[in-house]
Each structure stands twice: as structure tokens, then as C-alpha cells.
């Protein structure tokens, strides 16, 4: 059990190497000048010597990753081009704002999902599961966007009920904050719970449809039982790897409805660094992701280790 733990971290970490080697990459292939990028294009050849200087971009590009990594790793992932402020202060403000938002959707998300993936299971074929599922595959075939635009028009523009930019701010009460993102964390909800709704329902379904499943039914097991004791035990695995899935995505993937309602998070600040070519923030934006994603994967993992018994020994 240990060997396999230790197995899925060291992954981890060596995808989350390749990951910076690849995000490293990515910004220093785009085409123009940083420090042109940054001073304007009236900016004379002289001042974009000294700035090209001053960012070390004679260096070789290893020598900049190395240093980049070690940087980011000691906990400080340099300064922006664009304000002169340090990234790390910028970037934990947004990250917990980003944190609190996904935070809040997953708890109403995921409790949700399971509860409707199960009852859906135990009641299959009734009006019930066929109408989930067609609301389900409704919500699944809209965009985050296009979900957070429609709530916007019907609960700020027509009803005026909830506020159309979701800006916070440190000094705001829990209660203002709630109301604040109400619809930022409706859009969300609205995206990843039919997903993990429908994958909870399957996952029953599949363990549902074994022999062992047939025997208790043919002993006369009620359905809410047998799907709670004898079915769901069993089906843990997928569940857990589709929720940590959405879980992730909940953060990496909150980027276009941050933007959508101007939020301040980690996806808007990293949509303005783009915009302002701030090479410092995208990478440290993009790192930050990248770790998020691995790091509840490779948790995923282990809990499927720990719920599936028949994975900790070679077949």
C-alpha cells in the first residue's frame, strides 16, 4: 500500500515537472518581445536592451527555467512586468478567493450529484430518472459562459435579484460574499453536477447488473437497500475519480466564469497577464493549475486504493 502511494506521488511530481517544462516553453515561443511588449512599441532600442537585460533574457533559456523553477519552488514566483509587484502576494489573494468560490460550488455540487446519481439508480425508468436525465443532458450541452450570460439576464436584469459582477472584497461579511457569488457558484453547480450526476447513476447501474446484485434481488432485498449496502461500496471507485475530476476542474476550469463575472480570481488574473503579455503571472498562473489538477488526481487515486482493495495487488 505505501510502495503505491509513493508511486502515485513521485508521478505527481514528475508530471507536474513536465508541466513547467511545457509552460516554459509555451511562453517562450510566442512570437515578439517581452520587454517590447512591455514598454510599448515608442519604447527606444536602449531602454529595451536594459530591460532585456534586467529579465535576464540573454541568458540561456535552461539556464532562466532552472532559475524559474527554483524560484517558484522557494515560494517565490518573481515579479510582475507589468506593476512592479510581487507575483506571490498578488497571486495568493486571487488564489483564495478562486479556493473559496470552487469551494462553495463542490458543497452544494457534489452532495447533490450523488444524491440524485443514487435515487436516480434506485428508481430507474420512471418519470423521475428520464426527466434528471434529460435536464442533465440539457445542462451538459450549455457552455459555462452561456449558462452564466442566461442567469445573469433572468436573475440581475429582469428579476434584480442578485448582482451582476461578483466583486468581492477581503473586508466582506461570509453572508455579503455568499450573495456576492451566488451566480458565479450557480454556474458552476449548473456544469458539473449533471456530469457527475450521470457517471454516479452508471457507476450503480454497472455494479447493479453482477451476479451477486441479481442474487440479493432474487431474495427480495428493497431497491434503496440493495443500491446503499450492497451496490454503492462497489461503485466508489468511479464516483471518486469523476468527483475529483470535477473537482478540479471547479478551479483550472473557472477561469472563463470568472472572467464572465468579473471575479477576482486566479482565472482573471491570469486572463489580464495574457492580455498585458505579463510572461512572470502566466507562468506562475499556469504552475499553479497544473499543481491543482495533479494534486487532486493523484489524491483520487489514492482513495480509489484505499476503496478498492483488489488494486493494491498485481494481477
Not at 284 to 293: D, K, N, P, Q, S
Amino acid at each position: 500500500m505505501t510502495r503505491l502511494v509513493l508511486q502515485r506521488v513521485a508521478l505527481g511530481f514528475l508530471t507536474i515537472f513536465l508541466v513547467s517544462v511545457l509552460i516554459f516553453a509555451g511562453t517562450e515561443i510566442l512570437p515578439g518581445n517581452v520587454a517590447t511588449a512591455v514598454l510599448g512599441q515608442s519604447a527606444t532600442p536602449e531602454t529595451v536592451e536594459a530591460m532585456r537585460r534586467s529579465l535576464g533574457l540573454h541568458d540561456p533559456a535552461v539556464v532562466r527555467y532552472l532559475r524559474w523553477l527554483g524560484a517558484f519552488a522557494s515560494g517565490d514566483p518573481g515579479t510582475s512586468l507589468t506593476t512592479g509587484r510581487p507575483v506571490g502576494a498578488d497571486l495568493w489573494q486571487r488564489l483564495q478567493n478562486t479556493f473559496f468560490l470552487a469551494g462553495v460550488a463542490a458543497a452544494i455540487a457534489v452532495p447533490l450529484a450523488l444524491v440524485l446519481g443514487i435515487t436516480t439508480a434506485i428508481f430507474r425508468d420512471t418519470l423521475y430518472d428520464r426527466l434528471a436525465n434529460i435536464l442533465a443532458l440539457a445542462a451538459i450541452s450549455l457552455p459555462e459562459f452561456f449558462i452564466g450570460y442566461l442567469l445573469i439576464l433572468l436573475f440581475s436584469v429582469q428579476m434584480g435579484w442578485l448582482p451582476s459582477l461578483a466583486t468581492v472584497a477581503p473586508g466582506m461579511g461570509l453572508g455579503e460574499r455568499l450573495a456576492t457569488i451566488a451566480l458565479p457558484v450557480a454556474t458552476l453547480v449548473l456544469a458539473v453536477l449533471a456530469y457527475m450526476m450521470r457517471m454516479t447513476r452508471t457507476a450503480v447501474l454497472d455494479v447493479m447488473a453482477r451476479p451477486y446484485v441479481e442474487m440479493a434481488v432474487l431474495k427480495g432485498v428493497p431497491p434503496a437497500r440493495l443500491v446503499l449496502r450492497h451496490a454503492l461500496p462497489n461503485a466508489l471507485a468511479p464516483i471518486i475519480q469523476v468527483v475529483a475530476f470535477n473537482l478540479a476542474y471547479l478551479v483550472v476550469g473557472v477561469v472563463l466564469v470568472e472572467v464572465v463575472f468579473v471575479y477576482p480570481g486566479i482565472g482573471q488574473y491570469l486572463v489580464d497577464a495574457v492580455a498585458k503579455r505579463d510572461v512572470t503571472v502566466v507562468q506562475a498562473c499556469g504552475l499553479v493549475f497544473a499543481a491543482t489538477y495533479v494534486g487532486l488526481n493523484v489524491l483520487a487515486d489514492i482513495l480509489v486504493i484505499l476503496a478498492n482493495p483488489r488494486l493494491r495487488y498485481a494481477r
